[in-house]
């Protein structure tokens, strides 16, 4: 079994300088919840970018250098076009929109 390793709160990334014990890596941030919290009764955080002391947080599982949810709706969207046959060419300009 191996165990996740939990950031100090002042710590940081070595490449890019982010906190790394901060709302935008936690597995429960959800930005369409009250507070923007998976766990109701957490304190409001003002910087979701910053360090921060919550005794809740857990890193987010997510694939390194990449969007989860854009991933997600690319796949959902592969599945679609597999079904149907593909998706149809789209529309550059409004012109190519209402040609006559």
Not at 74 to 92: H, I, W, Y
Request: glycine share 8%.
């Amino acid at each position: 079994m191996s165990v996740k390793r939990q950031p100090g709160v002042k710590e940081f990334c070595a490449q890019c300088s982010a906190y790394l014990h901060c709302c935008l890596n936690c597995r429960f941030h959800d930005p369409s919840l009250h507070n923007e919290c998976k766990i109701p009764n957490t304190e409001w955080v003002g910087d979701r970018k910053g360090a921060n002391f919550c005794d809740e947080f857990e890193f987010a599982d997510t694939i390194p250098g990449g969007n989860a949810s854009e991933t997600k709706k690319d796949q959902a969207r592969q599945a679609l076009d597999g079904l149907f046959g593909g998706s149809a060419p789209k529309p550059k300009t409004l012109d190519d929109l209402f040609k006559k």
